[in-house]
């Protein structure tokens, strides 16, 4: 699934990707998503950060594969046959990025209001609240908006394992 980046806004609000993970709802803006692929094979990158430990190979350019599981400390979990990788293209530290992360299960895509998202709680999070942009208020229940630079930032100064403990 490749999504157009210059789609219009539905009348719900801006276009989000929803996906699973360990059973939460989580969205991220449409408009960077640039596709959805079955799991495919990765490599580990032996001495770089866990949150971004492995690569795969995207149409001949090789991207790092995300495990947005540790950033919400979650329990590693196997690929399952709903399972995908979300391929985005983002700006972190004022350049853009592409990277894959894998889902357990890609929902939909769908607008969210604005109105509809608040400020993670001070109280009661079991995440770590700076990875939360904002929760939206969907039916009866709520989906996390990840903050992709708060996640992922402190990766790219990150010296790989090996050349820290040369320093």
Known sequence: MTTNPTSEKS????????FELQGEVF????MIVREILDVVT????????AMVS????????IIPLADL????????????IDS??????????EEQHWLGFRADKVLEVAG??????????????RWNRKHVRCLARRGDGVIV??????????????????MAAAA
């Open 145 to 162: 908006i990840p903050d992709l630079p708060a996640i992922f930032e402190p990766t790219l100064r990150s010296p790989p394992s090996g």
């Open 54 to 61: 492995d690569v795969v190979n995207f149409r001949g350019k």
């Open 27 to 30: 969205a991220l803006e449409a």
């Open 42 to 49: 990765s490599t580990t990158v032996p001495g770089a950060p």
């Open 11 to 18: 009348e719900d609000g801006e276009e989000f990707l929803h």
């Open 112 to 125: 969210i209001a604005e109105s509809s998202c608040e400020e993670p709680p001070m109280v009661g999070m």
């Open 69 to 80: 599981r540790l950033a919400f400390d979650m329990e590693p979990a196997e690929a399952t």
């Open 84 to 93: 995908r990788i979300v391929v985005i293209e983002t700006e972190l530290d």
